[in-house]
């Protein structure tokens, strides 16, 4: 099974810089989508309801912002949306399965604008850890991957001076960060490419950051016990992938 997670920066802008065809290099079975920016209405006909895929949209309510999805090439159940089946206005989490695999498509909120938003991370990151603790116990494979808003260890960012008071580096969201890994997650990127810089899976597009691959590693795929046993590889698809959105789509591969 091959599975993706993208930061896709506006659905609709994403469409027209060629997402589907990155998306069929690509050609993953399951993809999770982070901020499509659209109501199932404003999405283009042809990708609303694609041929070839089991979709489920969970827009945020205010329009323009925000919102996941899961598409995947086989049905799925949805288990529900929101941190444990709560409220989840923004669109945040979509929490399905799919072939005996329990998929969590997560857009942590950043707290880059300013203080009230950092409170509302924060408090968003409290109620997500002890969720994901117990979704790890689960006896079935169990993927978590989207846009979590940090970058856990000084490998995973360009710039480290520059940052350690910056929201999604600081220490403690790092902190966080480890905590929920040490309660029964994998991070299968940093598995596969070992304790190297990068890579790196988002860029400012300021100064030449895109161009010289000074970036930021804050989009994840974790798994829990079950799912480690079938995790085979990783990888980050950085050429042509930046070309459709800031991020870049991670993948990983398990064994059937």
Request: overall charge positive; some cysteine.
């Amino acid at each position: 099974m091959r599975i993706t997670t993208w930061n896709v920066n506006g659905l609709r802008a994403a469409i027209r810089k060629g997402f589907g065809d990155h998306l069929a290099q690509v050609a993953p079975d399951v993809i999770m989508l982070q901020e499509i920016r659209s109501l199932p209405e404003q999405i283009p006909d042809a990708w609303r309801d694609p041929p070839g895929w089991h979709v489920h949209w969970h827009p945020a309510k205010k329009k323009g912002y925000s919102g996941t999805a899961i598409l995947s090439r086989s049905p799925m159940e949805i288990i529900g949306t929101g941190i444990d089946g709560g409220r989840d206005p923004e669109g945040r989490i979509v929490h399905a399965r799919i072939e005996g695999v329990q998929f969590v498509c997560a857009y942590l909120p950043s707290g880059s604008s300013g203080e009230e938003r950092q409170a509302i991370k924060e408090k968003w990151m409290a109620k997500f850890q002890p969720w994901l603790t117990k979704l790890s116990k689960s006896k079935q494979p169990v993927i978590v991957g989207g846009d979590l808003n940090v970058a856990h260890t000084e490998n995973d960012i360009f710039y480290v001076s520059g940052n350690k008071k910056t929201s999604g580096f600081l220490p403690h969201e790092r902190e966080w960060f480890g905590k929920t890994l040490d309660k029964g997650w994998t991070d299968f990127v940093r598995v596969h490419f070992g304790e190297m810089k990068g890579p790196y899976s988002w860029w400012s597009n300021r100064g030449k950051a895109r161009e010289l691959d000074r970036g930021w590693r804050i989009d994840y795929l974790l798994g829990n016990k079950a799912a480690k046993e079938r995790f085979i590889d990783a990888s980050i698809h950085r050429p042509g992938g930046i070309e459709v959105s800031d991020h870049a789509p991670v993948t990983i591969n398990l064994k059937p």
